[in-house]
């Protein structure tokens, strides 16, 4: 009865590669989310995604790309990944829009060799 | 821009002790705050999601409150236990995404 789980839990690679982190939700909810957490545990909002309609933080690289086959899914694709990609990766889902309480998943480490 | 900012970084206390963390943010055009735990290589677990129109939230030994004129919410914790030792952080929605605190550390001692 998981609510939102993210696969793998951890993953390891080298620089220049490119991966996936897969999020799924059983909420039925409207809006997913990806958070990166950095060493110094910083949470930082990503990306999200409430009906097809995409909000990037424009920190972000654009070797980050999400990808939403429907809408209890939100893949992260990562790109010529880099040695400062090395982070925690949360999903989270809510409620359509901010109004409403986030759920979060179990993260994924990734780990930029 | 909204930024959270969150005191004390780190507490300890003794088992049993009350206690309050806080949570302060600089654009009170806020609909709501959320709180969360978060244990060692986990996830986040949302533990209070308190409306603007709001003054208090509580869930069991846990109670929340909100002043959104002065850009301030305190997480109450009653008889802590070694249990409630996590990283606690507090989130106020920005736009159409959330800002997140830092997080306080919380080591609860036996």
């Known amino acids: 009865d998981t609510a939102v789980s993210q696969t793998p839990k951890y993953l390891v690679t080298q620089m220049g590669n490119d991966k996936s982190i897969k999020c799924e939700q059983n909420?039925?909810?409207?809006?997913m989310y990806w958070y990166k957490q950095d060493s110094k545990k910083f949470l930082k909002i990503m990306f999200s995604?409430?009906?097809?309609?995409?909000?990037i933080n424009e920190t972000v690289p654009n070797r980050f790309s999400p990808k939403s086959p429907d809408k209890a899914h939100l893949n992260l694709h990562i790109n010529s990944l880099e040695l400062g990609d090395s982070a925690v990766y949360f999903c989270?889902?809510?409620?359509?829009?901010?109004?409403?309480?986030?759920?979060f998943g179990p993260g994924t480490r990734l780990t930029v060799t | 821009k909204q930024e959270v900012t969150q005191i004390p970084a780190a507490l300890s206390v003794p088992e049993g002790e009350n206690l309050v963390l806080n949570c302060s943010f600089t654009?009170?055009?806020?609909?709501?705050l959320q709180w969360f735990r978060q244990d060692p290589g986990k996830g986040l677990t949302s533990l209070l999601l308190?409306?603007?129109?709001?003054r208090e939230q509580t869930s069991g030994r846990l109670n929340a409150s909100l002043d959104k004129s002065s850009g301030r919410s305190t997480l109450y914790i009653a008889a802590s236990q070694p249990g409630d030792s996590a990283t606690y952080l507090c989130?106020?929605?920005?736009?159409?995404?959330?800002?997140f605190g830092p997080g306080t550390r919380l080591s609860v001692l036996p």
């Open positions: 989270a889902s809510s409620r359509a829009g901010t109004a409403y309480e986030q759920y």
């Open positions: 654009d009170s055009a806020i609909y709501n």
């Open positions: 989130a106020v929605p920005y736009g159409q995404n959330f800002v």
């Open positions: 909420l039925g909810h409207d809006t």
């Open positions: 308190i409306q603007s129109s709001q």
């Open positions: 995604y409430n009906n097809k309609e995409l909000i």
